[in-house]
C-alpha cells in the first residue's frame, strides 16, 4: 500500500482555546488543520456552527486519542461508529491513531507503550485491520514517546516493532519527529538512524511539536512549549530523506499569542520550500 499524502503544506492543530484568536485572522500561515475526534463528538449549537467555519475554509485531518489499539480490551465500535459519522460529516481527508493503549478497564489518560514483540505485532495488526475496515477507509498510526523501554531482552527495536506493524496491518503511518527526538535522548539511539529506518512511502503526513525538559536525560513529550532547534533540524533531515511532507505543528497548551505561534507555522512553511528550492538545484558535483 501507497499512503498518499492527503493535504499539503503547513497545518495547526486545532484548540477550541484558538478558535477565537483565529476567527478573526483573514490570511494566516497555514493550509490545513487536525482535531483528536474525541474532543468533538457530540457537538451542536454555537460551537458546531464556528466549528463548521473552520471545516468549510480548511481541509481537516483527525488524529483519535482513545482507541486503545494496543488495549487487552475488545475495541470499542460504539465510539468508532461516532468518529466514523464525524469523518463522513466533516470530510476528513485522513483519520490516525497512537500505536500505544489507553485503557484497562477505564481510560488510563495516558498513552502507554506497546511490548516489541511479535505477538504484540499480531495482536495490533488484527486491531488496525479490523478499525480499517470497519471505517472502509485506511488509517495511520503513529509512533509515541514512551519513558520505559517496553521490550525485554529478547524483544524488538522500536523502528523493527512499527515497521512490522506497518507492513502486516498494511497501514499508512503519521511521522513525529519531536517523538523521535525524545525517544532517541530518552533511550539512547540515534533519531536520523531512526527516521532513516522508516518506510517512506506509508508516511500520510508529519507532527511536530514542542516539549519539556526534565533532565539532561529525559525529556517529555508535552506539546506545550515552542519547537526547538534540533527537532527542526531533524524535520529538515525527514524532508531530505523522503521529500517534502505535510507537517502540522502541535500545541495543546500555554498558547502564545498569534504573532508568535504564526512564527513557528512560517517556519514550517519557509523550510519545505528551502528544500524544494534546493532539491530543484541542478547538481553540478559531476560537472
Not at 498518499?4 to 497545518?11: A, D, F, K, W
Not at 483519535?64 to 481527508?93: C, M, N, T, V
Not at 485503557?103 to 488484527?126: K, N, Q, W
Not at 479490523?130 to 488509517?139: A, C, S, T
Request: hydrophobic residues 35%; glycine residues 10%.
Amino acid at each position: 500500500m501507497k499512503a498518499l499524502t492527503p493535504v499539503e503544506g503547513t497545518g495547526l492543530g486545532l484548540r477550541r482555546a484558538l478558535m477565537g484568536p483565529l476567527s478573526q485572522c483573514e490570511t494566516v500561515p497555514f493550509q490545513f488543520m487536525e482535531v483528536a475526534p474525541e474532543n468533538w463528538i457530540p457537538m451542536g449549537g454555537r460551537l458546531g456552527r464556528e466549528f463548521r467555519r473552520f471545516t468549510e475554509r480548511f481541509p481537516f485531518v483527525c488524529h483519535g486519542l482513545s482507541l486503545s489499539l494496543g488495549g487487552p480490551h475488545p475495541l470499542d465500535f460504539e465510539l468508532l461508529a461516532a468518529i466514523k459519522r464525524f469523518l463522513d460529516e466533516h470530510q476528513i481527508r485522513c483519520y490516525t491513531e497512537h500505536l500505544s493503549y489507553c485503557s484497562d478497564g477505564g481510560h488510563l489518560y495516558d498513552l502507554m507503550p506497546i511490548p516489541f514483540t511479535g505477538e504484540a505485532v499480531r495482536y495490533v495488526a488484527d486491531r488496525i485491520r479490523r478499525v480499517q475496515d470497519f471505517l472502509e477507509r485506511p488509517i495511520g498510526i503513529e509512533h509515541v514517546s514512551y519513558y520505559t523501554p517496553p521490550g525485554g531482552p529478547a524483544g524488538m527495536t522500536e523502528l523493527e516493532f512499527i515497521r512490522a506493524v506497518l507492513e502486516e496491518a498494511d497501514c499508512g503511518l503519521l511521522l513525529d519527529v519531536n517523538n523521535a527526538y525524545v525517544n532517541g535522548i530518552n533511550h539512547g539511539y540515534d533519531p536520523y538512524s531512526f527516521i532513516d529506518g522508516l518506510p517512506g512511502e506509508r508516511i500520510c503526513y508529519v507532527h511536530i511539536a514542542g516539549h519539556y525538559d526534565e533532565a539532561e536525560d529525559l525529556k517529555v513529550d508535552t506539546h506545550g512549549s515552542a519547537v526547538i532547534e534540533p527537532v527542526w533540524s531533524l524535520l529538515e533531515h525527514a524532508y531530505r530523506r523522503f521529500g517534502v511532507l505535510p507537517t502540522l505543528l502541535e500545541r495543546d497548551f500555554n498558547f502564545p499569542d498569534n504573532d508568535t505561534l504564526f512564527a513557528e507555522l512560517s517556519r514550517i512553511g519557509d523550510t519545505q520550500r528551502q528544500v524544494e528550492d534546493q532539491a530543484r538545484k541542478p547538481d553540478r558535483s559531476s560537472a
